[in-house]
């Protein structure tokens, strides 16, 4: 049976790739799990296997191509064979031609059919069945029927795409389709009417009869359109229509003036009302700029973009000036990465009121102990780092201070506390900066973690980084050590609420107890909040649990 191979889901917020190879061609026969293309996208290049197996009869995209997620990449005869519903036609097709006689011989041909649809017909809906648990909606991602198709209970006729499985659907009703309400790409929810069919049981009607109920059908069909374009257009004008105010000395009993609103449907208004969209202010694409539900979200889409390009209050976006008026310049395009680490930290720092707290803390015996255990380490081929270190101590601060291991969802107006530990480390390499994940931390020990971190920050410079591999992080740190620099102020890697900044250890003049001052290594350390779920006080705690216990290790256990 003929399928279709889509671009799988790539992870959260990444929505399109580009494809770098393509590893297969016409005519060759795929297995399960084999890679199939190898693409780019904004966090790492990867390659994608096959969810099928069978010949290849056709390849959609080629190199360079820029692919989306649920995009058709090659279809597939599953173990070799063609669609088993095309052949049946075609052989039925083929033998009514050897035959030579008209489509009156194909009903005569089919007794056992005619039985079936025997009797008076009525017409049936076949809805959306019920989903499963906590599924309230799927994707329509293959049409099974068409209209004019006869099909018997329990045939499949839709293919839909849950966020936890892709099924097929069958159908409850049987008899011939007179009305299909889905194509692909359409998103279902349970009860919705996904097809109409015409069903007849009993003794074999007439051709007039077998006529007649889609007669009274289509009858029907066309009265109940006039009737809910009649009540759209009245609800469009009493419910949204806007009253002129009088002028002075107008009758008060003459009738307010309604002005004409936009054209909408009840339910598509609804709907805006819903997001607080003003519905006049959404461009109709349909007939008389009639407004449909996919303008209402094409106009989300564009109000939800603009804080990244207008800054989101009301300030216009300035045009840049002509810098080639002042001297040479060059062009250069973003790279992927790049392009999506600026839209990112652009939203992140719009959404989050970000606030930063500094602190230092004395390393000194700290770093001769650090020196002293990094030979053990370097046996499992890897380094003991102070990034390293301050993993595993963070990976206990977040269990003492839970809302650092948090996020925060605004519509649901819910605090989300994460029960396990997954801390990401900023890397920077050659193609832009990078945040892979160690998973568990809490769970793992300082040689698990620096084996771990080392092969991580390789793959990363290398580009090996896999999707899954940059994802479920709770907490990041960011170390600018190695270069330079005394303090700074890192944002926020959204949807997590607090990110820790490292800087360069300097030897400084401490005074001490004894009345003298004498030199101690210093490390500086920054954390950006966010403000809607830690106060500063939880802050400025935190950071100083994390300061002493780089001063005096044991106190994490007590």
């Known amino acids: 049976m003929a399928k279709e191979f889509k671009l799988p889901d790539l992870g959260e917020n990444i929505e399109s790739a580009e494809v770098v190879s393509v590893l297969i061609k016409v005519g060759d026969t795929v297995k399960k799990e084999q890679s199939i293309i190898e693409i780019e996208t904004d966090k790492a290049t990867i390659e994608v296997p096959s969810n099928i197996a069978g010949k290849i009869s056709e390849v959609l995209v080629n190199e360079g191509d820029s692919v989306k997620v649920g995009q058709t990449i090659i279809n597939v005869d599953e173990d070799g064979k063609s669609d088993e519903k095309e ?295 890897a380094k003991l780092t102070v990034t390293g270190i301050l993993i595993k101590i963070i990976s206990e601060g977040l269990k003492k201070f839970p809302q650092f291991n948090s996020s925060i969802d605004m519509e649901k107006k819910e605090i989300i506390y994460k029960k396990y530990i997954n801390i990401g480390v900023a890397v920077d390499t050659e193609y832009g900066l990078l945040v892979p994940v160690i998973k568990n931390v809490d769970e793992k020990n300082l040689i698990d973690i620096s084996v771990e971190l080392n092969s991580l920050a390789e793959k990363a410079r290398n580009k090996k980084l896999s999707l899954e591999e940059m994802q479920g992080g709770c907490f990041t740190i960011t170390n600018l050590g190695g270069i330079g620099g005394t303090y700074f102020t890192p944002i926020v890697n959204s949807p997590e609420v607090a990110i820790m900044g490292i800087s360069r250890a300097n030897y400084k003049p401490v005074y001490d107890k004894e009345g003298s001052f004498e030199p101690r290594l210093m490390l500086p350390l920054s954390i950006s909040y966010d403000h809607r779920i830690i106060d500063g006080a939880d802050a400025i705690r935190f950071l100083r649990w994390v300061c002493e216990a780089l001063e005096e290790p044991l106190k994490i256990f007590m």
């Open 87 to 381: 052949e049946a036609k075609a052989e039925a097709k083929e033998g009514k031609k050897t035959d030579g006689k008209g489509e009156r011989e194909e009903e005569e041909l089919s007794p056992k059919k005619e039985e079936a649809q025997s009797g008076v017909s009525e017409v049936l809906d076949f809805k959306v069945p019920d989903l499963g648990e906590s599924i309230e909606s799927a994707d329509v991602i293959n049409v099974l029927v068409k209209k004019g198709d006869s099909i018997s209970k329990d045939e499949s006729v839709i293919e839909i795409e849950t966020d936890k499985a892709t099924v097929e659907v069958p159908s409850s009703v049987e008899g011939k389709i007179v009305e299909l309400n889905v194509k692909i790409g359409d998103k279902v929810k349970m009860g919705d009417v996904l097809l109409k069919v015409e069903s007849s049981k009993g003794a074999v009607p007439s051709k007039e009869d077998k006529e007649k109920p889609v007669e009274k059908y289509e009858e029907q069909k066309q009265e109940d359109e006039q009737k809910e374009k009649f009540e759209e257009e009245e609800q469009s004008t009493a419910e949204k229509g806007e009253v002129e105010e009088m002028k002075p000395g107008e009758c008060d009993d003459q009738p307010p003036i309604l002005k004409a609103s936009a054209p909408a449907a009840p339910s598509v208004r609804r709907i805006a009302r819903e997001l607080g969209v003003d519905i006049n202010a959404v461009r109709g694409t349909g007939p008389g700029g009639r407004i449909s539900m996919n303008d209402v979200k094409a106009h989300v889409k564009k109000l939800m973009q603009k804080p990244a390009e207008g800054f989101g209050f009301g300030i216009k976006k300035e045009a840049l000036p002509d810098f080639s008026k002042y001297g040479k310049i060059e062009r250069e395009s973003m790279s992927k990465i790049r392009e999506k680490t600026a839209t990112h930290l652009s939203y992140a720092w719009a959404v989050t009121p970000h606030v930063t707290q500094f602190d230092q803390t004395d390393i000194t015996e700290f770093e001769k102990d650090r020196k002293e255990l990094s030979k053990r380490i370097e046996e499992h081929g």
